[in-house]
């Protein structure tokens, strides 16, 4: 291989090695949010009474 061919390859792999940490950072952006959003609104729904009981099921598995 001749060094240009050499700097391509290098170019391409630095490409593919930032779309990949964007996707992780994503992913890990997106993971964060839904934990923030179920730890907020959990306060919500903490005071309100349940819709179903346990007697209320048809089918109780062990």
Same mark, same amino acid.
């Given at each position: 291989m001749d060094i240009e061919?050499?700097?391509k390859e290098?170019?391409?792999m630095l490409? &593919?090695?930032s779309k990949?940490? &964007?996707d992780l950072l994503d992913?890990?952006?997106t993971v964060?949010?839904?934990k923030l959003s179920e730890e907020a609104i959990? &306060?919500?729904y903490e005071g309100e009474p349940d819709l179903y009981s346990i007697e209320d099921l048809?089918?109780?598995f062990r």
């Open positions: 061919a050499e700097v290098m170019k391409q490409v &593919d090695i990949k940490m &964007d992913e890990s952006m964060g949010l839904m959990s &306060d919500l048809k089918v109780r």
